[in-house]
T-cell receptor, first 112, second 112 residues
Framework: NTKITQSPRYLILGRANKSLECEQH?????MYWYKQSAEKPPELMFL???????RNETVPSRFIPECPDSSKLLLHISAVDPEDSAVYFC????????????FGHGTKLSVL | SQLAEENLWALSVHEGESVTVNCSYK?????LQWYRQKSGEGPAQLIL?????REKRNGRLRATLDTSSQSSSLSITATRCEDTAVYFC????????????FGIGTRVLVRP
């Protein structure tokens, strides 16, 4: 699936701040950040619709999302914790009705 | 507690055999979706079945939905090695608004 691109693919962090990037080329209105820990299902973190944050699950404040335009999504991470080690997926859908989510390949975050 | 969950953690079949993954959920839903996640990739939707539908097919895939028992199944016929993946059911529980919740997943291994 090259219609949703995420960068970087792999990220190893100590204490440095870093940002994950996502861009979708599907013309979708809704964009999501999901976190998937090892052997677990994806869990919703944030949901944007038409650049507006409309869903903010219980996520530590060190994760800050940003939607600079309707096709791009960023996730800023600061002062990471070992429990943050996971794969972070960006996804998009035509509407927020969740009829079908398209996922990127994910960014695997490893916290040292 | 899980809003949706698959009933078995892992299944193993030989190529050409059929396999069925089951899912149960706990609240009323508008639709149930089945996703497949191959190693190193994001989940990809296979089938969406609405609450007023009992069966949905997509090639070798067949999904059923029983709203009275709050359960669903996904069957794959004539399995191939490339069907090896984790299969998730996901629901948009009416009480959860626009949040799609994934079950814990069933790992299916198709052996040559």
């Amino acid at each position: 699936n090259t219609k949703i691109t995420q960068s970087p693919r792999y990220l190893i962090l100590g204490r440095a701040n870093k940002s994950l990037e996502c861009e979708q080329h599907l013309g979708h209105n809704a964009m999501y950040w999901y976190k998937q820990s090892a052997e677990k299902p994806p869990e919703l973190m944030f949901l944007y619709n038409l650049k507006q944050l409309i869903r903010n699950e219980t996520v530590p404040s060190r994760f800050i999302p940003e939607c600079p335009d309707s096709s791009k999504l960023l996730l800023h991470i600061s002062a990471v914790d070992p429990e943050d080690s996971a794969v972070y997926f960006c996804a998009s859908s035509n509407q927020v009705s969740n009829e079908r989510l398209f996922f990127g390949h994910g960014t695997k975050l490893s916290v040292l | 507690s899980q809003l949706a969950e698959e009933n078995l953690w892992a299944l193993s079949v030989h190529e050409g055999e059929s396999v069925t993954v089951n899912c149960s959920y706990k609240t009323s839903i508008t639709a149930l979706q089945w996703y497949r996640q191959k190693s190193g990739e994001g989940p990809a939707q296979l089938i969406l079945i609405r609450s007023n539908e009992r069966e949905k097919r997509n090639g070798r895939l067949r999904a059923t939905l029983d709203t009275s028992s709050q359960s669903s199944s996904l069957s794959i016929t004539a399995t191939r090695c490339e069907d090896t993946a984790v299969y998730f059911c996901a629901t948009d529980a009416n009480s959860a608004g626009n949040k799609l919740t994934f079950g814990i997943g069933t790992r299916v291994l198709v052996r040559p």
